[in-house]
């Protein structure tokens, strides 16, 4: 991948990840009162979506450390730590669905 290319996806993901922070924290605003175990429940995706989130922004802080060879597993390392964090936000989102409307 040139450089270009490679600072492209960067800027692109970076902007994603932006997108998803703003999702991440209305869904930790929200306020409501819900059953124990729906706060239980909560609470632990809350933390697995803040796990995954601080494990892609690792990965992409190390972005400038791989050559351009290893760029496209770095890529696909990535990608796979992306899809975590959404899955992980779904999650949330579908436990608290009939809350948050």
């Known amino acids: 991948m040139t450089d270009s290319k490679r600072k ?27 059953s124990d175990q729906l706060k239980s429940k909560r609470s632990e ?26 760029w496209e597993d770095f890529k696909d390392s990535v990608s796979a730590s992306w899809d975590e964090v959404t899955s992980a936000v779904l999650g949330v989102k579908a436990a608290l669905k009939d809350k948050l409307n």
């Open 8 to 34: 492209e996806w960067e800027a692109k993901t970076h902007a994603k990840l932006r997108k998803l922070d703003a999702e991440i924290a209305e869904l930790k605003a929200h306020r409501m009162e819900v």
């Open 45 to 70: 995706l809350s933390a697995k979506m803040d796990e995954k989130r601080e494990a892609l922004e690792e990965k992409l802080q190390e972005l400038n450390s791989h050559s351009d060879d290893a």
